[in-house]
């Protein structure tokens, strides 16, 4: 069984800092695209933003909100998927999730809370 577990949220002031950590069953993790989503308050589950997505091969992408401020990355190593996040605005505030393509199937963690206020 595949899973994702994710850590790192909390409450942070606008201009603040996180790192989000995802670790999934270690099986999986070398042949899987991992990606970043966010669910805003308010918003329902089908509503999930992609905010960032990193491949096998370590290339990377992200909305154009979350640009020149979050970073995506995998350490193979660790057999882990991180997300920091610098200069947070309130707009960020959410839960977010790992996701995990692999073997055509898509794989979600249960997600972690992100609130950035003053």
């Known amino acids: 069984q595949v899973q994702l577990v994710e850590s790192g949220g909390g409450v942070v002031q606008p201009g603040g800092s996180l790192r989000l950590s995802c670790t999934p069953s270690?099986?999986?993790?070398?042949?899987?695209?991992f990606g970043w989503y966010r669910q805003a308050p308010g918003a329902r589950l089908v509503e999930r933003e992609w905010?960032?997505?990193?491949?096998?091969?370590?290339?990377?992408n992200y909305i154009d909100s979350v640009k020149g401020r979050f970073t995506i990355s995998r350490d193979n190593a660790k057999k882990t998927v991180y997300l920091q996040m610098n200069n947070l605005k309130p707009e960020d505030t959410g839960v977010y999730y790992c996701?995990?393509?692999?073997?055509?199937?898509?794989?979600w963690g249960r997600g972690t809370q992100v609130t950035v206020a003053s």
């Open positions: 270690p099986n999986i993790f070398g042949e899987s695209i």
């Open positions: 996701n995990a393509f692999y073997d055509s199937n898509f794989y």
């Open positions: 905010v960032a997505r990193i491949t096998v091969g370590g290339t990377t």
